[in-house]
């Protein structure tokens, strides 16, 4: 079934985007839209637990809906387990939602759709494992790139949401960490490149010796920062190898509300295709993505930022696994330096309006 438009007003809105980090982001534009257009409604957001703080203080979000996926995932071979997810079911099932919004599209996304009982229950005509038969209004979107998509389902049932929406709010808490280190490294906002060499895939890696240049180059004009998450810090020392002064490893030190804050105080960030490209936008940061085995028509860099992509004939494979990942070995660090000293030279026109503080 489809529509043209939704066929009735909603009070209680369920978004369904468990994950990851930059894939929340790019729905940013649908909760905007949505409280544009039903200022009176009340919005909620099933997302997984380790992504929940990315969102869970912003105002325009009036409940999120915690998902475990390490734990409910263990339902098959497990009775304690089976029982989290039946309880969740029933949860969603309690919440009388009028809408659910399902960005992720997967069958696991479609179950929690269907389990709502939702008059409206719209997705993507193209989601995968079978998902789009829990929907009764399925859409197939013109765009390509993975922010359009969204905006252009929410626009398909009437909401009036923007480009421009995909923004973030930094929590006070986490803006008090990015002050405080910033103070205490005679810093000032803007004042800093960020580097996040981490990636979820092994193929979308910047080589560590590439880094390394890249680093060392920058940090002779300003203060490099890297980031990353507990278990990136090895990664992270590795590209700053070598650099005797200006770059400073934050890997570990921050969660996900800082990593935000952070980037939202530098000057700009250089990463892979990661999280750090969509927050840069929405935080109001310029950025450089390194890109290899993805695609920048359908997840590159949004509102601004600019693409290194490595020219290869299999470039864009979407591969996560690849006995050379030529396509990253060959972007130049030195087109990578020269691209960030742009960036440097452009913090001081950098427009604010998107660097939103609850």
């Not at 399925?138 to 969204?150: K, L």
């Not at 929590?171 to 405080?180: G, H, K, M, N, T």
């Not at 999280?275 to 940061?285: H, K, N, W």
Request: proline share 5%.
């Amino acid at each position: 079934m489809t529509a043209s438009k939704a066929p009735s007003q909603p009070e209680r809105v369920l978004i369904i985007k468990p994950s990851a980090l930059g894939d929340v982001v790019t729905a940013m534009p649908v909760l905007r839209g949505l409280k544009r257009t039903f200022p009176e409604c009340s919005v909620s957001w099933l997302v997984n637990v380790n992504c929940e703080d990315l969102i869970s203080h912003d105002s325009d979000l009036d409940e999120i809906v915690a998902f475990d996926r390490r734990k409910m995932g263990k339902a098959w071979r497990s009775l304690s387990a089976a029982g989290l997810v039946v309880s969740f079911l029933w949860k969603l099932r309690r919440s009388h939602f009028d809408w659910v919004l399902d960005l992720q599209g997967l069958l696991r996304s479609g179950i929690f759709t269907r389990a709502t009982g939702a008059s409206v229950r719209a997705g993507f005509a193209s989601a995968r494992e079978g998902a789009a038969w829990f929907y009764n209004h399925r859409f197939s979107p013109e765009a390509s790139h993975t922010v359009d998509r969204n905006i252009e389902l929410a626009q398909h049932l009437g909401v009036d949401a923007r480009s421009e929406d995909m923004t973030l709010q930094i929590a006070p808490e986490a803006q008090q960490f990015a002050d405080e280190f910033m103070s205490d490294n005679n810093l000032q906002a803007g004042g800093f490149i960020a580097c996040v060499p981490p990636t979820r895939w092994e193929t979308k890696l910047y080589p560590s010796r590439h880094w390394r240049r890249v680093v060392s180059a920058l940090a002779k004009r300003t203060t490099v920062v890297l980031l990353g998450g507990p278990g990136d810090r090895d990664l992270c020392q590795a590209a700053m190898q070598g650099t005797e002064s200006g770059a400073i490893n934050l890997a570990g030190q921050t969660g996900v509300r800082e990593f935000v804050a952070m980037i939202g105080a530098s000057g700009g960030v250089i990463c892979g295709d990661s999280a750090a490209s969509f927050i840069a936008p929405a935080v109001g940061v310029d950025s450089i993505a390194l890109i290899g085995p993805t695609r920048t028509e359908r997840t590159g860099p949004y509102g601004g930022g600019r693409a290194i992509v490595g020219d290869t004939p299999c470039q864009g494979c979407l591969k996560k696994q690849c006995s050379h990942i030529t396509c990253m070995q060959i972007i130049n660090p030195d087109e990578v330096i020269e691209a960030a000293g742009v960036m440097l030279a452009s913090v001081s026109n950098r427009p604010t309006s998107n660097i939103i503080q609850r």
